[in-house]
């Protein structure tokens, strides 16, 4: 298992997941296409003369490298998940009730 600046990837991956829990889940399983970005009317003209970056042209020095997560990592994001999810759904994390329906995560392979 890598280790980041001491910590286990299970470690690193609850540590994000506790801070912005969608937001890490959507970016981790949802395939992003950077070369497909438009820039929607909504991003053009943004106050003070601001440019959003889906309107800015590729940068000629990056290189776009699509990448994913291994089997294992992909266990260990689940398993991070779930180990929330059920603190959340046991009512052990402070703010928020028990929950009633929650169930945890399965991962489906695709064919």
């Excluded at 689940?78 to 009512?91: E, I, M, T, Y």
Aim: glycine residues 6%; proline residues 7%.
């Amino acid at each position: 298992m890598p280790v980041h600046h001491g910590k286990d990837t299970y470690t690193v991956i609850k540590n994000i997941l506790a801070s912005s829990f969608n937001l890490f889940l959507f970016t981790a399983f949802v395939p992003i296409n950077i070369a497909g970005a438009t820039c929607r009317p909504e991003y053009r003209n943004l106050p003070g003369g601001l440019v959003h970056t889906a309107c800015k042209p590729p940068n000629p020095n990056c290189i776009f490298v699509a990448t994913g997560l291994s089997d294992v990592q992909k266990a260990e994001v689940l398993k991070a998940h779930n180990d929330l999810r059920s603190q959340v759904a046991q009512g052990r994390l402070s703010g928020f009730p028990t929950a009633t329906n929650m169930y945890r995560l399965v991962r489906i392979q695709k064919r």
